[in-house]
């Protein structure tokens, strides 16, 4: 599958940003994205879990940076029931918050944590750097769902990859 296909074909996106958005400095990318995919009539949201990156509110400050319009970025308690009516879950660089293990393993160290329900979304899309478990250690069992497409590599570069498949060509002069 196309994740530009799977984009453009959809209604309303949910971005979820994670520590590894933070590590790959990928913020600006990550709400460019958004704004292009607004432009393209999408309904587009961030969804922010209260414990991604490195402190409490470390994707509020990276986002706002990187001029995210407020009104469209949402903690789990405004969002988390929007996922099942979502077209796509668009993941970069969250790995344990969006993992569906801590609601089906008992016993792991993520159990029971509340997670951002992005595996009820339509189809997600994940940009992350490998399918390597997040800090917890627990596999993340969306990378293996059927309308999981993972586009592994740093994640500036796949986003910018997918401005390009985006963006309308450049008419010919």
């Not at 706002?64 to 988390?80: H, K, R, S």
């Not at 918050?97 to 089906?104: F, G, H, K, Y």
């Not at 979304?121 to 990378?143: K, T």
């Amino acid at each position: 599958r196309i994740p530009s296909i799977t984009l453009r074909a959809s209604r309303s996106v949910i971005v979820v940003p994670g520590y590894g958005m933070a590590q790959a400095h990928a913020q600006l990318e990550t709400v460019q994205l958004g704004e292009i995919l607004a432009r393209m009539g999408k309904q587009v949201r961030f969804a922010v879990h209260p414990v991604a990156g490195r402190m409490p509110g470390h994707m509020h400050v990276l986002l706002a940076e990187a001029g995210v319009d407020p009104d469209t970025l949402l903690d789990i308690t405004e969002i988390n029931s929007d996922f099942s009516s979502t077209d796509v879950a668009l993941i970069v660089g969250a790995c344990d918050v969006v993992n569906p293990a801590a609601i089906t393993q008992p016993g792991t160290p993520i159990s029971g944590m509340p997670i951002l329900n992005a595996h009820e979304a339509r189809h997600a899309v994940v940009c992350n750097l490998d399918r390597r478990p997040g800090y917890s250690g627990v596999e993340n069992s969306l990378y293996a769902e059927p309308a999981t497409i993972f586009l592994e590599g740093d994640a500036k570069v796949t986003l910018r990859r997918l401005f390009e498949t985006l963006q309308p060509p450049a008419s010919a002069v």
